[in-house]
């Protein structure tokens, strides 16, 4: 297409639609008009702006048509595994074996937000003893009651221990609501101590190799546990050769973070940017396809970037974002603000690492697992950060908090104190419920406020 | 050459107009901010010039800021608070590295460069914890006047310990105390150590002197003297400090109309 990028609501998406398929747009089984989603319950899709290639259509569709996709497959006899809180390291095994399909049940703290709390899954969640003083991944836990968005999964497979407190214990309660989890542990990581014998994670941190011993063994018991699910052996081949797949999808990801996080001009909005990193550790129930979707993505990215054009304006301040957000129009906001995202790290910056394949599968996914940023001190976290802010050149930062997240209550500060002091870029903390509208002038502020002191330290 | 700056916060509006060449105040009013928070912005706006003789046309440029400062249709752009706040600091106090604002329902700490732009900042979180909000709710339960608390407060040997700083929490803990035969003076004096401590955990370990205490509860007595302690440094209380806002966006605004080559400051995004 040759209309120019830019950002568009969900309306004038309908009209755009129609002109892409009558200039012949083709388009996989999952696609279709923007709109059909907002119909089917999906009202905060009206709220949002969108990026208008037809490589973002396709993202957004498949997106938003994972349930179909899931449910397709339990009806086709598929193995359905629904991989908890590990953020990118059990998907990547389950999909090496053949007819199982992964997914993230933790995906559904956007429910509330996409759905306006239409499905009600908060209100189930406090009814069944989860309630606001949790994340609100605990939407996790009305939509297992519901039973509306995935179907019963053959196997839940949950990490433990030095992970997130809240997913645990919503985790432990669905458990004891007659949806048996197989718990594996994941260590708190340290840092070795003298003489030890330590290893290098893919993410940058060291560790003691008896402890990736430990998560290697844990991870050798995930193996079992799929293989039973499965009824099919994983052998180190094709482990090894999911994990190559695994690796060509962060590659694509890289790729696009490097074009659109340094790009003179910005060619991809947050807002999207957000959900294709997220595709990293999900694959959205379809690892091949997200393959497919990133590439796209990245193919349209790289024609913006030679043409010099983008979304926003040119002088657009450059803001690195840490943390998700359970309210999707906060990345809207930012850019309404006159900033645009240039770095990331949201909770799961191991899973864009690539899988080291110098050693064997088992080992390697270890390694990645344990470079986990939530897993060991926030210091190590704040150095990646730190690392990557310079990377990127980012001008700002937003250290945005999930209400009720304990992990955010422990963080929080520190991250803030750390990056300030060893970036000296101005960095605001924000706090982003899943509707953010009665708060919107506040979060607005936060923001603007940022952008303006950011514009100023130019000068 | 008037200018105008419109702060537009969530409990007050002031707005203040600027003879921009001596960046002198001409005038300079307060009114409570309203349900039609548009029409407050523009009602004092208008009721500004009229008691000083000026006609819209007399204004070169407008800027508004706080809370509600989108909705000031006289405004010609908008700068947010922190900014404005740091530029009128900068004005009254050149030698101010930090500021402490607190308002009606928002809490904040500027640090400041040599040339008065902003070098980082941090807010309260979304509830009313540690301002002025919270400073009415206990005026209200108490039944003593905004006006009367620091005098009140001065009177205090033993301050009350508070141990909530959420405003519904610590409105429980009042009655408590009322219950309990604690004396309304040790409340009070209570509540302004519990708001000022709230307000170092926004300075963070580095708090850089001298410091300048704005916004409307700085005209509260004996709350920069509680603010000092919490914090172990002096404390100077802004003048006019409910003014500072409309202040730095009067001078904003001035700014934006004609930078002089000397004047290095920010214009608020220009």
Redesign the interface.
Known sequence: MTDAPEQITLAEWDGRYARLRSAGLAEPAYGGPLGRHLAGGDTRLDKLLYDNSAAALRLWNFLLSEADRLFAAGQAGKTIVAAMKDLGTVPVMACALPDVVAFYPDGAWWIPCIMEHGAGLLARADALGIDESFCPVRAMLGAFASGAHWPEPDVLICSVGAVCDDFSAIAQRLDGLGHPVFWWEMPARRRPDPGEPAVRLPTGFTAPQSQVDVVRGELQRVRGALETAADKPLDDAALARGVREANAIRRVLAELRRLVFTAARCPLGALEMMIAEMLAIHFCSDRDEAHRVLGDLLAEVRRRVDAGRGILPADAVRVFWVNPVADLRAMNLLERC?GRLCGTELLFSHALDEIPTDVGPAEALARTALGDPMVGPAADRAERVCRDIRRFAAEAVVVSRIPGASHCALEG?VM??MI?EKVHL????I?VPPLSDP?A??LR??L??L???A???R? | MICVGIDAGSRAVKALALDAPGLETIGAMVTDQGVQQQETGDRIFARLLAAHGLAPGDVARTVATGYARNLVSAADTTVTEITCHACGVHHRLAEARTVVEIGGQDSKLLRLQADGSVRDFAMNDRCAAGTGRFLEMVADKLEVPLADLGALASRSAAPAAISSMCAVFAETEIIGLLASGTEPKDIIAGVFGAIAARATTLAGPRLEPPVAFTGGVAMVAGMDKALAEAIGHDVAVVPDPQFTGALGAALLAARQCHPAPEDRGPTGGM
């Open positions: 006159g500060k803030h104190d300030a101005p960095v605001v903390q706090e708060i002038a506040k502020t936060r603007e406020a952008v303006e002191v514009r100023g330290q000068r």
